[in-house]
C-alpha cells in the first residue's frame, strides 16, 4: 500500500512557476507509476501529468504541454510536478495518484481508473 502527500501548491500570478511536490510512503515506490490531475470547481476530474515506474517516458495532456513536466526520485520516494507559465485555467486542487504496474508506456496511465492511490490533494490558484 502507498501513502501520498502533496505540497507545493499556493496563490501565483499569471505568468508565473510553481513546483509540486508528492511525497510516498511505504515501499515499492518504483513499481508504481506516478500521475497528476487536477479538479477545478464545478469540473471533473482532469488528467494533467503521468510518468511510467522509473522515470523514462511521460505523458502530459495537450493543455499543459510544454508547460509541465513531471519527474520523479525513487530513491526519495517523491515525484513531482514543474508548472510554468500559468494562467487562471490552471487554479484547481491537484492530485498525486499511484498506479501499480511497470509498464513502460505512460499513456497507458492517463485515465484516473487507472490509478490504486490518491493524495489529499493541493490548491493551486493562478490570478490575472
Known amino acids: 500500500q502507498v501513502q501520498l502527500q502533496e505540497s507545493g501548491g499556493g496563490l501565483v500570478q499569471t505568468g508565473d512557476s510553481l513546483t509540486l511536490s508528492c511525497a510516498a510512503s511505504?515501499?515499492?515506490?518504483?513499481?508504481?507509476?506516478m500521475g497528476w490531475f487536477r479538479q477545478a470547481p464545478g469540473k471533473e476530474l482532469e488528467f494533467v501529468a503521468a510518468?511510467?515506474?522509473?522515470?523514462?517516458?511521460?505523458e502530459y495532456a495537450a493543455a499543459v504541454t510544454g508547460r509541465f513536466i513531471i519527474s520523479r526520485d525513487n530513491g526519495q520516494n517523491t515525484v513531482s510536478l514543474q508548472m510554468s507559465n500559468l494562467n487562471p485555467e490552471d487554479s484547481a486542487l491537484y492530485y498525486c495518484?499511484?498506479?501499480?504496474?511497470?509498464?513502460?508506456?505512460?499513456?497507458?496511465?492517463?485515465?484516473?481508473?487507472?490509478?490504486?492511490?490518491w493524495g489529499q490533494g493541493t490548491q493551486v490558484t493562478v490570478s490575472s
Open positions: 510518468c511510467n515506474w522509473n522515470g523514462n517516458d511521460d
Open positions: 511505504g515501499r515499492a515506490f518504483s513499481s508504481y507509476a
Open positions: 495518484a499511484a498506479a501499480e504496474g511497470i509498464y513502460y508506456s505512460a499513456h497507458l496511465y492517463t485515465g484516473a481508473g487507472r490509478y490504486d492511490y
